[in-house]
């Protein structure tokens, strides 16, 4: 679980945790990846930054803008 990203949330805010995030999984280097709670703006980093994973799904607060992620790779 990523953990929603909540302004009030200052100690573990997204902003905070996103390098923490993308280097644990650049380390474990895993086959197949699963994410809870993700949200756009974290959904939109992690493909832009793992440039080498395909993203399948659909975010919980807005389908229409995790597809339109997705598709923009193909």
Partial sequence: SLQTDFSQDSKYHWDKRKSTVLELIKK???L???LCELQYKQAT???NQLTEYKFV???STNLKKFTEI???DD
Avoid: Q, T
Wanted: charged share 15%; hydrophobic share 35%; glycine share 20%.
């Fill in 45 to 47: 980093f992690l493909v």
């Fill in 70 to 72: 997705n598709e923009s």
């Fill in 32 to 34: 197949i990846l699963g």
């Fill in 57 to 59: 799904g659909y975010g």
């Fill in 28 to 30: 474990d280097n895993p």
